[in-house]
Every structure is written in structure tokens, then in C-alpha cells.
């Protein structure tokens, strides 16, 4: 249960082969019947632009539609009529996978906050059943622009409250060497979220809920894909020469993610209570992530059942 996310964000140069076939085709193919994926490219601005958003992805998911996958695309226009906005929201709320695409940030927030406050007065809407799809269980991914969306606030806007489907997380986008200085500053800007800098080809997966003492729970899966091995795309692929997720304590300590680390998170209902936890792939020990140093704990259950 805990390791079958409902959120996942990331950056990428392309269709790397890993993360876009374990952690998201897979994740439709799974499904007895419903294997769908709605694809929104709303974050860019023209039409034309949109096709191509579109097609990066198409070529990719044509390569498992013998296998029944069924990729679907809807397009934003300024003519949408009341029925398309119906369509909207019955493909966004029945989708086993629905991703929103790259872009504009601010743009793709004022087309899907649009879908639902102009034809049915209700701004909200549209984040309202995103996080129908989370506790259903059905995966929502944010690709790049998309997975600003998908956090708690955006690292571009001090004031924009997102969809918050990754809970108290914020992403520096593309991240490489050099941009150290820019995720220092958004751990310091929201010192209650955790800052990490997401480079190309890697993710972080989420899911979250609640445990019978009232406690929310979360667990955070990191993803790197090592995969696409194209010689004219290694300077966009910065996970091929070794870089990580990176991430800033508020208070200037580091720590490193790689492929297969886990984070285990409790808060208590005020959030005066906040236990943070990493574990380590081929590695028996549970670190507590706020002293860095191994904690009494031996795995995810454990770390539930005495919270």
C-alpha cells in the first residue's frame, strides 16, 4: 500500500525508457480493464505548440497499445464549449494515469483552474478531483511545469497555492550543477517544505493518508533513470554523470538521493509532531533524517505501527 504512489513528478529531457515504462505506462497496463493515460498539454500556449507537447509523449505510448494501452490527449482552446468541459472532467476523473504536461506554469493554472470556474463556477474544481483521483488511488504525474504543479507551493511564486498532491514538497526543476544557490534559497523561502532539486530523467514518487491514530502519513519513492543513452542528449541528461536528487536542509545541511531511497514521513493532525526517515536500498538501517544518524526503527511498517 505504501510504496503504490498516487503522485509522481519529474524532469526529463525525453521518454526515458525506466521511468516512463516502469513508474507510468506499467502503472496503466496494471489495471484489469482500465488501462488509460490522458495526457493535458494546457501549460502551452498555442495550439501548435500543444500538437508538439503532445507528440514528444505519442511516439512513446504507441510503442504499448498493443498491449491495450490506451493514450489519450485533450487540448486547450479558447472555444471550448460546456459539453467539452463535461468530457474534461469525465476523462481527468476516470483515467488510471492523467499527466500534466510541461510549459508555462502560471498558464497551465489558469486553463485548469478555467475548466471549472467558467463553465461551472467553480475554480476549484479542477483540484478537487485531482485529489478524488489521489484517494482512489488513481496515479496523477507532473511532468516538468506539471510537477510544480503537482506540490504543496510553487518555487517560481512565493504566493501561488498548488494542487498539493506531494504534500510540505517543493522542486527546483532541471536541476544541474551550478544551481546550488537556487535551492538553498527555496529551502529558505518555505522552511516548512522539503526543497529538492529534481535534475533530468529522475522523479520522486508519493503517496499519502492516514493512520487510525489520526496521524497523515507519507511516503516519498526517488527515481533515477540511467537509461536513455543517446551521445547528442548528454548534456540534458545530467543523471548519466552521476548527479542525484539533490536536497537542502532550511538549515544548509545536505543530503543526496539516489535511485530506490525511500523517505518516510508522520505528522500529527496540528503538525506539531513531524518524524522524517530515509531508508537506503541493500541497507538494513532506518536514518532519521533530522540527526542523520540510525534511529530504532527496521522499516516502513514498523515506523507506522508505533505512530
Same mark, same amino acid.
Given at each position: ?15 526515458? *525508457?525506466? $521511468? ?5 505506462? #506499467? ?10 493515460? $490522458?495526457? %493535458?498539454?494546457?501549460?502551452? =500556449?498555442?495550439?501548435?505548440? =500543444? ?38 472532467? /469525465? ?8 499527466? %500534466?504536461? &510541461? ?20 475554480? @476549484?474544481?479542477?483540484?478537487?478531483? %485531482?485529489?478524488?483521483? =489521489?484517494?482512489? &488511488?488513481?496515479?496523477? +504525474? ?6 510544480? #504543479? $503537482? ?16 504534500? /510540505? ?10 544551481? *546550488?544557490? *537556487? $535551492? ?9 517544505? %522539503? ?11 508519493? /503517496? =499519502?493518508?492516514?493512520?487510525?491514530? &489520526?496521524?497523515?502519513? #507519507?511516503?516519498? !519513492?526517488?527515481?533515477? @533513470? ?14 548519466? !554523470? ?17 535511485? &530506490?531511497?525511500?523517505? +518516510? ?26 540527526? #542523520? ?15
Amino acid at each position: 500500500m505504501y510504496l503504490k504512489p498516487t503522485a509522481l513528478i519529474y524532469s526529463s529531457h525525453n521518454r526515458c *525508457e525506466y $521511468l516512463h515504462r516502469d513508474w507510468i505506462v #506499467q502503472r496503466a497496463l496494471d489495471h484489469p480493464s482500465n488501462k488509460s493515460i $490522458l495526457y %493535458l498539454p494546457f501549460g502551452m =500556449q498555442s495550439r501548435e505548440s =500543444q500538437d508538439f507537447s503532445w507528440d514528444t509523449f505519442k511516439w512513446y505510448f504507441d510503442r504499448f497499445s498493443p498491449f491495450g494501452l490506451n493514450a489519450m490527449v485533450f487540448f486547450w482552446s479558447d472555444n471550448l464549449s460546456r459539453h467539452d468541459a463535461e468530457i474534461f472532467f /469525465n476523462v481527468v476523473e476516470n483515467s488510471e494515469v492523467v499527466i %500534466l504536461g &510541461g510549459g508555462e506554469v502560471d498558464l497551465g493554472f489558469e486553463r485548469y483552474d478555467a475548466m471549472g470556474g467558467y463553465f461551472f463556477d467553480d475554480y @476549484d474544481r479542477f483540484k478537487n478531483y %485531482l485529489h478524488q483521483r =489521489q484517494n482512489t &488511488g488513481k496515479l496523477t +504525474v507532473g511532468f516538468s511545469a506539471g510537477a510544480a #504543479q $503537482l506540490g504543496d507551493v510553487c518555487a517560481l511564486d512565493d504566493y501561488h497555492r498548488c494542487y498539493a498532491l506531494i504534500h /510540505n514538497v517543493t522542486t527546483t526543476l532541471h536541476y544541474e550543477g551550478g544551481r *546550488e544557490a *537556487e $535551492l538553498r534559497n527555496l529551502a529558505l523561502r518555505f522552511p516548512g517544505h %522539503l526543497a529538492f532539486g529534481l535534475p533530468n530523467d529522475a522523479g520522486i514518487a508519493s /503517496n =499519502q493518508g492516514f493512520l487510525p491514530s &489520526g496521524n497523515k502519513w #507519507q511516503v516519498l !519513492q526517488f527515481i533515477i @533513470d540511467n537509461s536513455w543513452d543517446f551521445p547528442e542528449d548528454s548534456f540534458h541528461i545530467k543523471t548519466r !554523470q552521476g548527479i542525484g536528487i539533490e536536497h537542502i536542509y532550511y538549515d544548509g545541511r545536505k543530503w543526496s538521493f539516489n535511485g &530506490g531511497d525511500v523517505m +518516510v514521513r508522520v505528522f500529527s493532525p496540528d503538525y506539531s509532531y513531524q518524524g522524517t526517515w530515509i531508508i537506503m536500498p541493500n541497507n538494513s538501517t532506518v536514518f532519521d533524517y533530522w540527526s #542523520q544518524s540510525p534511529s530504532r526503527f527496521v522499516n516502513i511498517d514498523h515506523v507506522m505501527a508505533e505512530h
